[in-house]
Antibody, heavy 124, light 112 residues
Framework: QVQLQQSGPGLVEPSQTLSLTCAIS??????????WNWIRQSPSRGLEWLGR?????????DYAVSVKSRITVNPDTSKNQFSLQLNSVTPEDTAVYYC??????????????WGRGTMVTVSS | QSALTQPASVSGSPGQSITISCTGT?????????VSWYQQHPGKAPKLLIY???KRPSGVSNRFSGSKSGNTASLTISGLQAEDEADYYC????????????FGGGTKLTVL
């Protein structure tokens, strides 16, 4: 079955870059019928979709307006994984970060497979 | 865009049915039939229950059903069981020319 394994630091200093990786098993980051997403959850902001990457003859990425100037989601086909980079973080970026898959079966707006989540705290 | 609006809490007794509403606008739920619903137990990742408004993924109990009327989507849970006690979230494409995805604020279901 499809599984997503997240990795990355749990503590990031203010103004630095938050970096997380999501390793995929049972599917491919270059699948033509999937999109690979990052979603975060905090008590103050609830669930918040951040962005995604997907392959349709070439690579595409889409980002939430709220973080568009600070975020990059990149695929890594050699390791079958994708990553999140969020620049210039503040304590407001403290949250549990999830990676998640969406497929054509849900019009790419239903997240059927989720990673276990990574609690990231922004603090000095 | 604003988050979708859900009631903060609902409750019901075992065996009963409950409905959770999710209100958006004509730009999101009212136009696009891509509402999804998630169940989240404490400390766990959300689990997909419903997609495209009313479709159930394989393995999800038929006690969970979804519907939509105008700008409001609804999740109904029938035959309530103790293990249904959890937080429930709705989700939709935001529309308005963006790629954004909106989530509801979540509803805490208590099984009495």
């Amino acid at each position: 079955q499809v599984q997503l394994q997240q990795s990355g630091p749990g503590l990031v200093e203010p103004s630095q870059t938050l970096s997380l990786t999501c390793a995929i098993s049972g599917d491919y980051v270059s699948s033509n019928t999937a999109a690979w997403n990052w979603i975060r959850q905090s008590p103050s902001r609830g669930l918040e979709w951040l962005g995604r990457t997907y392959y349709r003859s070439k690579w595409y990425d889409d980002y939430a307006v709220s973080v568009k100037s600070r975020i990059t989601v990149n695929p890594d086909t050699s390791k079958n994984q994708f990553s999140l980079q969020l620049n210039s973080v503040t304590p407001e970026d403290t949250a549990v970060y999830y990676c998640a898959r969406a497929t054509s079966a849900g019009s790419y707006y239903a997240f059927d497979i989720w990673g276990r989540g990574t609690m990231v705290t922004v603090s000095s | 865009q604003s988050a979708l609006t859900q009631p903060a809490s609902v409750s019901g007794s075992p065996g009963q049915s409950i409905t959770i509403s999710c209100t958006g606008t004509s730009s999101d739920i009212g136009t696009y039939n891509v509402v999804s619903w998630y169940q989240q137990h404490p400390g766990k990742a959300p689990k997909l229950l419903i997609y495209e408004g009313s479709k159930r993924p394989s393995g999800v109990s038929n006690r969970f059903s979804g519907s939509k009327s105008g700008n409001t989507a609804s999740l109904t849970i029938s035959g309530l069981q103790a293990e249904d006690e959890a937080d429930y979230y709705c989700c939709s494409y935001a529309g308005s020319g963006t790629f954004d995805v909106l989530f509801g604020g979540g509803t805490k279901l208590t099984v009495l």
